[in-house]
Every structure is written in C-alpha cells, then in structure tokens.
C-alpha cells in the first residue's frame, strides 16, 4: 500500500510543468494515442480498399467470363434433326460437355498441364500453356469431352477449370449422305450442304436471338432414301476403285415431282469428321478434297448426253421427225475445224440411227438446221445454260461462249464446247422423258400436286413421246445396252468426252457420263452416273459404254424395287413402250 501510494505520487510529480504550472504531460499522451488510432485507422482502410478493389476485379472477372459462356451459348443452340423421306435418320445433336480454363485463376499452369496430359489424349502442351498464361478471363482447353473424361478431369481437383454443356453433331449413317446432309464446325453452324441450307433459312437468327438453346426442334425431312442413296453410294465408290478413276458419281431424280432420291460424289468425307490431321499436325488437305460435291457443285461438258438434247430441240421445232434421214456419209469442214463420227457408217442415217450410233455429223446438221439462236434459246429454256435453282448452297454455274458462233453451236449440239453441272443434265433429261414439263429439282418432300404448280411446259408432249421412243430404242439396239437390266425396261444414252485439263483436251483421259430413264413405257426416274478419268472399265474399255454404264445398271438393279418400279418381263418390242405419259 504504501510503495502503491510513492507511485502515484511519483507519477503526478512527472506530469506537472514546473515552468507554467500546467499539467502537460497526460495532454501529450492524449495526442499521441489520437496519432496511433489514426494511424490504424489509415492501415485499415487501405486494407479494405485493397480488399474491395480486390473484389471488384474478381467481380469483374466473373462479368467478362459469363459474358463469353453466355455469347457461346447462343452459338451452342439445338439442330433440328434431318430425316430422310421414311423417318429414317441422317443428323442428331449429342449432349457433350467442354473444358474451359479461367486462366487468372490457375494457380500452377505447369502442375495443371502435367494432370490435364494424363487425361486428355494428344494435349498440345505448348498451345495450353500459352492460353493458361495469358493472363485471361476464359480460354477454351478441350471441346466436346466425353463423361469418363469429365469425372477425370474433376477427380484432379484443379482449381480455375469448368465445364460447360455444348452440343454436337451426329451423322449415324457417316459419309453415305455427306454431300446431301452437309456438315457443321465446332460451334455447330452450318458449313455445306443442308446443314448449311437451314441455317439460311432462319436458324441463324433463332439462335442469336437465343431461341433454340435446349429447345426441341421440328426434325426436318429430306426427299432422299437412306437405302436408295446407300446403294447409289457403295456402287459409285466401287466404280471408282474398280475402274481406277479420279472421281464418280450418280443421282436419281424423280421425273414428276422433281425430287433428288439420292446423290452421291466420290471422294467424299465423313461429317462426323470433316477435317483430319496429320501425324505432324497439319492438316490433310488430300482427305478435304472429298468435300467437292461433283454432281451440282462441278460442271462439266456432258459429251453425247447432250445429243438428247439436240435431237429434241429438232422434233420440237419440228425441223425433223422420227422418219427423217442425215446424211452422215461424209465429215463436215467448218470454220477451220472438221466434225467428223467416232466409228462412223459413212451413210445416211435415220434419226434412230443418228440417236444409236452417236453421230457428231447428224447432231451438228439438226443443229444448223435450227439456227445458233434458236439452239442457245432452247438449252436455256431447259436450264442448262443458267444457275440451277434448289436447296443445296454452292451451285456451280454453268459455262458457254461468250459469242455463239456457227462452230460452237455445231460442237455443243454433241457435248463439246459448253459445260453444265450432272445434276442439271439429269433435271434437263426429267423433261424430255415427263411429257415436256421442266421441274426444277429438290432435297424436300415435294407432292406431284406441288410440283406442278411449278413446272413449265418446255416440249410438246408429242416431242416427250418422241424422245422416250428414241431412249428405249437406244437402251436395246445401242449403247444404253450397257445399262439394260432385265425387267426394269432401262432407256438410256452413253457420253463420252475428251476431258478438259488446263484449258486444253486430253486425247487420252475421259470424262464419261450415261443418262438413263426406267421404266421406259411410263418413266417414273431418271438416273445419271459419270466416271471421271477411268483408266479402265468392263471387258477393259474405257468409254461410257464400259463405265458410266454399268453403274447404272448396278443402281436400277439393286434399287429398282425400293423405287416401287414393278419388274415386267415381256418381248422387247411390246407396244406399250411407245404409249404416251
């Protein structure tokens, strides 16, 4: 008690100032203890400013990142499924999920590549790390994952990756309709074919408007048959390896309504998987070649297919009939060059005879006979000569002479000197064979009511008679033999042509084409296969005949009945091959 009392008695001898008599001391104190509390008053509000702006920035970082996941999800909206015209299925979406990495957020990109790499097959280790440093708010690592590899990935416990839900396309049936259905990127768009084609109908602007996110879709039904156009597809694909050929291809058309029942171009791809790489990582561009689609996206001159043409042209313009003669006995010399028949008769030719035995002579005079205008009218009315009109994007427009001369109209009466797409020639060749009426073609369901209400009367339906007369007398006495099948009635008429390689003709390499129609006494198809440089073919010839032929005949054969042709056997010269449509 009493040392207690020496201390404060002590301290309030310090705390007096023996100059003023002020008590000074304890005031001192207050100000200092005031300077401590501001002082900690500072340290705390830079560290909650630190705190907060800290938390901003992350809150920042969480906009840009939602802000990048919401601007995919619009680009990862449902498809509509493709059917083809039984139900059967061509395209579906497949729920998958996809890795993104929040790279300000990864604490050890080193550490999180050795794990990733132990997961995901083929890691490019230098692509990822860059985008796990580049100091981001989201990158893309891996698109479309499978589930075992999800649940890896999240076992690895690796802080700043997640996953999101994406859609993926599927073609159950692979490259058999690849030129047809089209294929998608990895953000699911369209990229050709009718995968392209409804996105410019309107899909692209659902989905930027978000409203095909999750949503059912109405499936869409194509006119193809799945096991016409598998068949179509496995016999050009072996023409192409049998007959060592740069290409091949076939379509079958409905002469009435317009509908392409199937369509094929080889090389083709697999649109589950448009693009390869190589061992070295770049990619095969051998294996994207099979994306050109022959049949519409190509044109070609169509050799003595184009006769058909030619031959209607004089019936309808009534310059000729079915009992007019030719003289074929000799070449024709005009404007410098010689027109002159491959195995010629050296004779008088009836129009039959001209039609079976090919004649460049007899095609060329009933083309002077009408007159250049005349010739150039008629093969635009047919469209062969214009941009065809259907679904399917990247149409190649056909290719003429600038100025019609009498040499040009001579040469393209016989396939030379003009070029068209097949797809085109086929729709063309519907006309002649239907009654007259030009039906412009298509990959949608189409009703015969429908396609009539769009058609245009191009022949005389006498002129239709004439040239199903013309077709079947060529499918039994020439060289549409090469394409007959028993039972199926097969009209049809070969062409072969030099191919052109540079702007010049090649003497030795062919372009070979065979249009057909069955049955003949009512035709209710049109099929047309070429064979593009074959370095052989049947018995080893290497014209349409031994070629282009065959695969007709393989296709009717094999599809006929699935078409619902009724097979009917009976003399050749039955007369209801000459009844009228």
């Known amino acids: 008690m009493i040392s207690f009392v020496?201390?404060?008695?002590?301290?309030?001898?310090?705390?007096?100032?023996?100059?003023?008599?002020?008590?000074?001391?304890?005031?001192?104190?207050?100000?200092?203890?005031?300077q401590r509390i501001g002082i900690l008053i500072a340290i705390?509000?830079?560290?909650?400013?630190?705190?907060?702006?800290?938390?901003?920035?992350?809150?920042?970082?969480?906009?840009?990142?939602?802000?990048?996941?919401?601007?995919?999800?619009?680009?990862?909206?449902?498809?509509?499924?493709?059917?083809?015209?039984?139900?059967?299925?061509?395209?579906?979406?497949?729920?998958?999920?996809s890795l993104y990495a929040e790279p300000r957020r990864i604490v050890d990109p080193d550490e999180a590549i050795e794990k990733l790499a132990t997961v995901i097959p083929n890691l490019d280790w230098n692509e990822t790390n860059r985008r796990l440093r580049s100091g981001s708010a989201f990158q893309w690592l891996r698109r479309h994952l499978t589930p075992r590899q999800q649940a890896d990935i999240m076992a690895l416990g690796i802080p700043g990756l997640g996953f999101r839900p994406e859609k993926r396309r599927f073609y159950p049936g692979g490259a058999i309709a690849s030129h047809i259905v089209g294929h998608v990127n990895i953000d699911n768009m369209g990229l050709a074919g009718m995968e392209r084609y409804l996105d410019q109908q309107g899909l692209i602007a659902l989905r930027e408007a978000g409203l095909t996110s999750g949503m059912a879709l109405e499936p869409v039904r194509l006119s193809i048959d799945l096991r016409v156009?598998?068949?179509?597809?496995?016999?050009?694909?072996?023409?192409?390896?049998?007959?060592?050929?740069?290409?091949?291809?076939?379509?079958?058309?409905?002469?009435?309504?317009?509908?392409?029942?199937?369509?094929?171009?080889?090389?083709?791809?697999?649109?589950?998987?448009?693009?390869?790489?190589?061992?070295?990582?770049?990619?095969?561009?051998?294996?994207?070649?099979g994306w050109f689609n022959r049949m519409s996206n190509a044109t070609f001159e169509m050799g003595s297919t184009f006769k058909a043409f030619t031959l209607a042209m004089g019936l309808d313009a009534g310059s000729i009939n079915l009992n007019s003669v030719i003289d074929a006995s000799s070449p024709i010399r005009m404007g410098g060059f010689t027109i002159k028949d491959f195995r010629g008769k050296r004779r008088p030719l009836s129009i039959p005879e001209v039609f079976q035995y090919s004649s460049n002579i007899g095609t060329a005079t009933i083309a002077d006979m009408v007159g250049i205008e005349g010739h150039q009218a008629f093969l635009t009315k047919l469209g062969l000569l214009t941009k065809m009109d259907t679904e399917m994007p990247g149409v190649a427009t056909p290719t003429q002479p600038r100025t019609w001369r009498k040499i040009n109209s001579a040469t393209i009466s016989y396939g030379h000197g003009a070029a068209t797409t097949p797809l085109q020639t086929a729709v063309a060749a519907a006309a002649l064979l239907n009654g007259g009426s030009l039906v412009s073609p298509t990959f949608m369901p189409r009703s015969l009511e429908e396609a009539s209400g769009g058609a245009v009367q191009v022949l005389a339906e006498k002129t239709s008679a004439d040239m199903r007369y013309l077709f079947t007398w060529n499918g039994l006495n020439g060289s549409g033999r090469s394409a007959q099948v028993p039972g199926f009635r097969v009209g049809g008429k070969t062409g072969t042509a030099d191919?052109?390689?540079?702007?010049?003709?090649?003497?030795?390499?062919?372009?070979?084409?065979f249009l057909a129609g069955f049955p003949m006494d009512k035709p209710r198809y049109v099929v047309l296969s070429i064979v593009d440089a074959p370095l052989t073919g049947e018995n080893g010839g290497r014209l349409a005949a031994y070629t282009a032929g065959p695969v007709v005949r393989e296709i009717i054969r094999r599809s006929g009945a699935m078409l619902g042709v009724q097979p009917r056997f009976g003399t050749e010269d039955d007369p209801q091959l000459l009844v009228d449509y």
Do not use: C, W
Request: charged share 25%; proline share 3%.
């Open 6 to 34: 020496i201390r404060l008695r002590s301290r309030a001898h310090f705390a007096v100032q023996s100059k003023n008599g002020a008590f000074v001391g304890s005031g001192r104190r207050r100000q200092d203890a005031r």
């Open 44 to 97: 705390f509000a830079v560290a909650f400013l630190a705190v907060g702006g800290r938390l901003i920035q992350y809150g920042l970082d969480d906009v840009t990142a939602t802000a990048s996941l919401r601007s995919d999800l619009s680009a990862m909206a449902s498809r509509p499924d493709i059917l083809d015209r039984n139900g059967l299925m061509l395209a579906t979406d497949l729920n998958m999920v």
């Open 229 to 289: 156009q598998a068949i179509v597809r496995d016999v050009v694909a072996k023409a192409m390896t049998d007959y060592k050929a740069e290409a091949a291809g076939a379509v079958v058309l409905d002469v009435a309504t317009g509908e392409v029942l199937a369509m094929a171009s080889v090389p083709d791809y697999d649109p589950n998987e448009p693009s390869r790489q190589l061992p070295d990582g770049s990619v095969d561009k051998e294996y994207e070649k």
């Open 499 to 513: 191919k052109v390689i540079n702007g010049r003709y090649a003497t030795n390499i062919n372009f070979n084409a």
